[in-house]
């Protein structure tokens, strides 16, 4: 065999997607089990789109995330593509039942929670699902496939929640009952167009690597049937995509106008030594391009030189509009300039120094720890040496255990009938021996240890074994 038809196998073979299937009977199981509306499913749902609709109502992309995470959305959306793929009609009808459910248990959920909450103000989450687009499209499809193929694996992987993470099945559900609870039209239509989309392509990828595995078929379609199946898929595309097509082209012309609008006002500011701009708003919509300035209104001829020079950046539909921010006539806009640069200045040398604090205080803490353990390790290497003196000085002691407590260290007993309460610094000594250790032994010790470790609170106790 050539190195060709080697190279050929083993590269096909690499690609295979046969290799690991799980049996045909688990992955319908497995399917099923995702479509299921009673019990465990619906509970999790509620809760997923409540955690959902918080994260949107506060603006925490983290909660958000870990809301898709939860979501059962997926089951009938992938029950639906596969029971397209495999002709199992039972089984689309079961799944397309379960979306509706949990479609309308999604709004009404996410309605109650937007109606109830006193947060109303639409955050930049909420806002981000009310404008699909084709990109929105493609984030589906190849979605979908990473989706059926980890589904109909022998063994699973994290594939279908990194799917639901990417898909985004949830937000916008939760973003339509926003717009319900809410009032307004745009929002839930725009919302549930992305959802729709995400629906859509999930379950057409389904479909298309269902036939590419060739997974039994559970009936075989007459060609009128076939080909009404394939008007229908071909309509749906049709309706989903050529919407998120225009929607992509205004996005990306928006973005261009914005971005050359912003490479005209670098030039303007380089070439015109006067123009002081204090705040700029981009209009991509009516092209409009409104400047506030500092300083006296611009005479005409400025004003006809910064509308010529549009047209060098294929601005020539755009409106300059300027503003004066008002000010007495004898101020100086140089001055000006130079305040806010020496307030910038000041502000960065007072950040600079905050921070230089903040190090030295961290590399203080630091050392102080690293002396403590220092000065700890010393210490037990004494008490070692201690132990070792003592038990060669009273070969009847077989376990000597040397502590340093507290002020919060527990009561213990030296043979006497008093409780001794250790103070701040406080050395306790455990003995063990193989005969009792008398009073004078101890009190030896205890002089002892006294003096070494020039410790007013030394205490000995004994025990025999």
């Known amino acids: ?10 590269l096909r073979s690499s690609f295979d997607l ?18 299921k509306t009673r019990g465990t499913n619906m509970w999790i749902l509620m809760f997923a789109i409540l955690v959902a609709s918080i994260g949107l109502n506060v603006n925490s992309t983290a909660v958000i995330i870990g809301a898709m995470l939860i979501s059962p959305l997926m089951g009938p959306i992938m029950g639906i593509g596969y029971g397209t793929g495999v002709h199992n009609f039972q089984l689309i009808r079961q799944s397309l039942r379960s979306l509706g459910i949990f479609i309308f248990l999604s709004l009404l959920t996410s309605t109650l929670y937007f109606l109830l909450t006193p947060l109303t103000e639409a955050q930049s989450e909420l ?7 084709l990109w929105d499209v493609l984030i589906a499809t190849f979605g979908g496939m990473a989706g059926i193929i980890g589904v109909t694996r022998r063994e699973k992987s994290t594939v279908i929640p990194g799917v639901a993470i990417a898909t985004a099945l949830m937000p916008p559900l939760c973003t339509a009952g ?15 167009y992305l959802f729709t989309i995400n629906a859509v392509y999930i379950a057409l990828s389904a479909l298309l690597f ?8 559970h009936s075989f379609l007459s060609i009128e049937s076939q080909k009404r199946a394939k008007l229908i898929i071909a309509t749906a595309i049709i309706i989903t995509i050529v919407p998120s097509v225009y929607l992509a082209f205004q996005l990306v012309r928006h973005e261009v106008f914005k971005t050359e609008v912003n490479h005209y006002l670098e030039s303007v500011t380089r070439t015109e030594k006067n123009l002081f701009i204090l705040e700029k708003k981009i209009d991509p919509v009516s092209q409009e391009i409104n400047l506030t300035i500092a300083g006296k209104a611009l005479d005409k001829n400025t004003m006809e030189r910064l509308n010529a020079q549009l047209k060098e950046y294929q601005l020539n539909s755009a409106k300059l509009i300027v503003h004066t921010f008002e000010q007495n006539n004898d101020v100086n806009l140089s001055m000006v300039k130079t305040e806010i640069q020496q307030d910038l200045y000041r502000n960065s040398v007072h950040l600079l120094e905050a921070k230089n604090a903040k190090i030295q205080q961290l590399e203080a803490t630091i050392q102080s720890e690293i002396n403590k353990q220092q000065k700890q390790t010393e210490q037990m290497g004494e008490y070692d ?11 009847e002691l077989k376990t000597v255990m040397i502590t340093h407590g507290r002020s919060q260290a527990a009561t213990a007993q030296d043979n006497t009938t008093q409780p001794i309460m250790p103070a701040d610094d406080t050395l306790i000594v455990y003995l063990e021996a193989r005969r009792p250790v008398s009073k004078t032994t101890q009190t030896r010790i205890r002089n002892w240890l006294k003096t070494r470790f020039k410790l007013e609170n030394v205490y000995v106790v004994s025990k025999t074994t």
């Open 1 to 10: 065999m050539s190195r060709e038809h080697l190279f050929l196998r083993e």
């Open 18 to 35: 046969r290799g690991d299937m799980d049996d045909p009977a688990d992955i319908e199981a497995s399917i099923r089990q995702g479509i």
């Open 127 to 133: 806002l981000a699902r009310t404008a699909p687009n």
């Open 178 to 192: 926003y717009g319900l609870a809410t009032g307004q039209l745009i929002f839930f239509l725009g919302a549930f």
């Open 210 to 217: 269902v036939k590419l595995m060739r997974l039994p078929q």
């Open 385 to 395: 040496q201690v132990r070792a003196e003592l038990q060669a000085q009273y070969p």
